[in-house]
């Protein structure tokens, strides 16, 4: 015991004199993110034993996304620590790749499960029902009490554990905030740009060029700074463009008019405002690879990424198959329990799906024959995401659903299975997140608009507007 007190005592001298913070993990940071140990630059950070013991029951559990990120954390911390000694695991492992500027960051294992109460510091008991919670805050209070003159900050997503952690003395407790692209959600993107009054009696100058048989009006990057490729622009009278590209110096603009936009048809489907004609024109994109659309329930994004890929599938013969795909909510985990194919386990939480491609064909004299004979030529597959890791999707429209509530890590591995070839589309509603663990701040959704709105074949929309009815509209609103 006190061998390991002194090797983790001589750390926090070392960081106390450097100025480098000491940062306490929880175990849902590393859920939410398994890189999160190397997130925090040249400062120290610690992992009590606890993590650890949780992060080993989590990565067995049947709840595929949880278990695997689960793992992923352990191979993490493994790849750091696992040839130092047992003294310089307790003392701190230098993290490769922490701090490209200075320093590199240090991670060590507190063995919480030796702390006992001093009659010093504070501690929590270790109740049945609280007993992982409050050892891994005993831990941050202890380094507290061990360099009076550091930082020690507990990092959890659990709201109620920081308010804990607080109420027990620990000076300093944060949320994870490195998946942050934003500080406030209304400055997510939106795919478009509104300029008040006449465009144009803004500009100074311009220059009109051709590339590729297409018109293209060259203005100086000042003229729009805030502007990004495959972002359309309009104003209050007639004018309307589409940003082609961007270079060091200049923003190029492909004029369109909203007419055009208006007259847009995908499977008799036609807009019904701008933002849904915006959307529609990324769609038929033939050189974005990934359409974002975001928006309030009722707003049209599913359907319109549905009738976009019955279109492009029996009308236009540019992919051999449909899928639909989203993630089972937390209460079902597993689909394994309900009878039949993978597509009728999915179908349960695919229902939107259907009711779309009523939509699309109720008015039809045989609207049930219809469907079915359409999600045969389709090819339309429906499947679970915890089952889409680790394949890949060649020649195929995909649609990912409810992505609100994925973290950026599992957008990531999901949208890197894309193969040649395909398409695809993701959807979300920032408003209905229904993970405990993700804010509108820290979604994949909010992560997956902001990083991809610099990359040229990618294009992202905010569909406003409630579709369904006023009544849908008010509780939107006001419920």
Not at 5 to 31: F, I, M, P, Q
Not at 128 to 153: F, M, T
Not at 367 to 376: F, R
């Amino acid at each position: 015991m006190e061998a390991i007190n002194a090797a983790c005592h001589d750390e926090n001298l070392d960081t106390a004199s450097s100025g480098r913070k000491t940062y306490v993990l929880d175990t849902n940071v590393l859920l939410h993110d398994p890189t999160a140990v190397a997130a925090f630059m040249e400062h120290h950070v610690v992992i009590p034993m606890t993590v650890l013991e949780e992060l080993d029951h989590i990565k067995d559990r049947r709840d595929k996304t949880v278990s695997r990120e689960a793992r992923i954390a352990i191979g993490m911390i493994e790849k750091i620590v696992g040839g130092a000694s047992p003294g310089a695991t307790q003392a701190g492992v230098e993290i490769p790749g922490s701090n490209f500027n200075g320093p590199l960051g240090t991670l060590a294992i507190y063995p919480d499960q030796l702390i006992q109460e001093d009659g010093v510091v504070p501690f929590l008991n270790a109740t049945q029902d609280q007993a992982n919670d409050n050892r891994i805050i005993n831990v941050a209070l202890k380094l507290q009490s061990e360099q009076p003159e550091a930082v020690v900050c507990l990092v959890t997503k659990d709201i109620n554990m920081r308010i804990k952690a607080k109420g027990s003395g620990l000076n300093n407790v944060e949320d994870y905030r490195h998946d942050r692209v934003l500080d406030d959600i209304d400055l997510l993107s939106t795919g478009y740009e509104h300029v008040s009054g006449d465009f144009w009696s803004t500009i100074a100058e311009v220059d009109t060029i051709r590339e590729d048989n297409v018109t293209l009006h060259r203005l100086a990057k000042a003229a729009l700074p805030n502007a990004y490729p495959c972002q359309f622009v309009y104003d209050d009278e007639k004018f309307l463009a589409y940003v082609v590209k961007i270079d060091d110096e200049f923003v190029y603009l492909r004029v369109d008019s909203r007419d055009n936009l208006m007259n847009q048809r995908f499977w008799g489907l036609a807009p019904r405002n701008l933002e849904q004609a915006m959307a529609m024109r990324l769609l038929d994109d033939g050189d974005i690879d990934m359409t974002v659309l975001t928006g309030p329930a009722g707003s049209g994004k599913t359907l319109l990424a549905l009738a976009y890929g019955l279109h492009a599938i029996l009308e236009q013969r540019k992919f051999s198959k449909l899928i639909l795909a989203r993630s089972t909510p937390p209460i079902a985990e597993e689909i394994g329990f309900l009878p039949g194919t993978e597509e009728e386990k999915m179908a349960p939480w695919l229902a939107a799906f259907e009711d779309n491609l009523e939509i699309l064909h109720g008015t039809d004299e045989c609207a049930n024959g219809s469907i079915d004979y359409v999600k045969e030529r389709a090819n339309i597959q429906f499947k679970s995401l915890n089952f889409m890791r680790g394949r890949s999707f060649n020649n195929a429209y995909i649609i990912i659903d409810e992505a609100q509530g994925l973290t950026q890590f599992q957008l990531k591995s999901i949208i890197s299975r894309v193969g040649a070839d395909s398409q695809i589309v993701v959807l979300g509603n920032l408003a209905q997140i229904d993970n405990k663990y993700i804010s509108p701040l820290t979604s994949g959704l909010t992560y997956l608009v902001e990083r991809v709105k610099a990359y040229p074949h990618a294009g992202t929309m905010f569909i406003n507007g409630i579709l369904r009815s006023r009544l849908a509209a008010f509780a939107e609103e006001n419920l």
